[in-house]
């Protein structure tokens, strides 16, 4: 069973996928929200049926501090969404602190066109949360 990430955010959504031995994080795709939880959780619809998905992480937005933001609140509605949805499926939270940060150095060390950064930001993000979440688990 995969492993799916969610990088939760107020425009976008990044979403990245293990491998079937859940080794490997890959980018998938990042969503745009339109306002709507809805679309999101369509997509997921679509993914869950392509992919055989066992646990679902979504990144955790807390401060440097340790204490949760508002996004943060925002994502634990989210995440309630997704229990009520998918429950059947496990549903965890990561710390992903700096993990944008993260994604914008990739995206200069690879020197990726400016333009192009926004639309893949989550989705890197995503990736960066995944690989958190195996790392700890493979420990």
């Known amino acids: 069973m995969r492993v799916l990430s969610i ?8 979403i990245a996928i293990t491998d079937a031995l859940n080794i490997i994080a890959q980018g998938l795709e990042t969503i745009k929200r339109n306002g709507s939880d809805k679309v999101i959780l369509r997509r997921l619809d679509e993914l869950l049926k392509q ?16 204490t949760q933001s508002l996004r943060a609140t925002k994502t634990q509605e ?7 949805k998918y429950n059947k499926i496990k549903i965890e939270t990561i710390d992903e602190r700096l993990t944008t940060v993260e994604a914008h150095k990739t995206m200069n ?14 989705t890197i993000s995503a990736v960066y949360i995944l690989e958190t979440y195996i790392n700890k688990n493979h420990k």
């Not at 992919?51 to 340790?66: R, S």
């Not at 060390?109 to 989550?122: C, G, S, Y």
């Open 78 to 84: 989210f995440i309630h969404k997704l229990k009520c």
């Open 7 to 14: 990088d939760y955010g107020e425009a976008r959504v990044g």
């Open 51 to 66: 992919y055989e998905v066992g646990t679902i992480v979504v990144g955790m937005p807390l401060n440097m501090n340790g």
């Open 109 to 122: 060390f690879l020197d990726i066109n400016k333009n192009k950064k926004k639309e893949i930001v989550d």
